[in-house]
């Protein structure tokens, strides 16, 4: 079958199924069928440049298009066990290709890839669930009963039914690690909400990932009502940035460990997280790459320091609160790592702080349209910044020079629900204050426009 063929098959297949539930009861889904498609379309006018390099944002007009279609396949196994499916096809660019911006402005993107829309498997994992509640069984909703279990609506790699309010559960295969940590009610989707990736997750968080944001994972979660307790331990890439993965964990490995706090605050909902993480790797250093060059008179290339042993770890800070009316969220986040050897998986952020609202529709009589504001300011360690100063390039970043400043993104969305509420067009602006913490660059404006289905 010719590539062409392939796609449209797949996005047929997409469009075509409607979500499907067989039941042993009128609560418990045993298979479940979901599907997306996000296109994002994003456009820049010309902006001024001092100078370029070759991962520079480019300076020209430009636009760029993304496409992913996933499909989402579950089914129950047993009691508390499920297994998960996600074929995905995916294609287009970010602006010029993804680089420039350490925030980069859109989330559906890769890093690195063929334009071309390819299919591949995007997750495949199992799920136990081990009830620590006194019953979880539920099935004649008693007051009591209720105590001790809730019920989950059918969603996305979600089987709808009964499910304890404690557990202990366990979660295995190749999945997105940002899928269970760094969560976030108003600002963790750029297919439905914030598209940049300082907002969409914590830019200090150097999470596993091949270049399509998956990879090999064992989760483990203790949650109850107010308390939620989570670790992962993953596999990562062989080389910076690539889909060539490790799958030695005593030589190269990912882990964080976060706990979360649900609260009330006079009937408005709301979540403290706090994540600390620790990558190790093969990785190269920024000072003695620098140090190198220096001896045989050339320019920084952290690849020539690369060794295993080395590491990345730091900590983020992630909250949100809702109001008891539902029309309003607002979240921050800040975070930070230690900076001294190479960004291996998500982007070239070593701090960052951001905040943003949301607002719902329902004020001006449009209940499930959303407005957003958000910001987030972003910055790197003093031996990033010389490294990018001495023309070193890192996967996203490299301008040639630097003439360092902080960056900073501001991003306004308006989300138009239409009328089966599964489908959402949006309009955006970006605003970008020294792309790739360069003063020399910038500022760039952004305008986007995105369409979302779900089925």
Known sequence: ??????ISFFVFTLFSFQTFSQNDSAKNEIVSVHAQT????????????????????????????SITSTLFLGTRLWKGASAYLNPEIAGGSGLSGALGVAASTNGETYRVGNPTPTIALARLFFHQVFSLSKDSSCKAQTKMKELHSKYIEPDQNQLGGICPTKYFAVTIGKISVADFFDANSFSHDPRTQFMSWGLMENGSWDYPANVKGYTPSLVLELISPKHELRYHVSVVTKSANSNDMNY????????????????????????????????????????????????????????????????????????ELESRSKQVGGFFRTGWNDGTN????????????????????KKWKREDDALGIAGVASGISSAHRDYLQAGGKGFMLGDGNLNYGMEKLLEVY?????PQHKISLSAAYQHVINPGYNKDRGPVDVYSVRAHVEI
Request: charged share 20%; no cysteine.
């Open 248 to 319: 030695d964990i005593t030589q190269a490995s990912g882990h964080s460990l976060e706990y979360t706090y649900n609260f009330s605050l006079k009937q408005n909902q709301g979540a403290i997280r706090i994540l600390g993480f620790y990558n190790t790797a093969n990785m190269g250093n920024y000072r003695e790459s620098i140090v190198l060059a220096l001896a045989n008179s050339e320019t920084p290339n952290i690849i020539s320091t690369r060794k295993y042993g080395r590491s990345k770890y730091g900590f983020t800070l992630n909250g």
């Open 342 to 361: 190479e960004t291996w998986m998500y982007t070239e952020i070593d701090q960052t702080a951001s905040a943003g609202i949301v607002f719902k529709g």
């Open 414 to 418: 308006y989300s138009f629900a239409l």
């Open 1 to 6: 079958m010719k590539q062409k063929e392939k």
């Open 38 to 65: 996000t296109v994002i379309t994003q456009y820049k006018p010309y902006f001024k440049t001092k100078y370029s390099g070759d991962n520079s944002l480019t300076s020209a007009e430009e636009t760029q298009t």
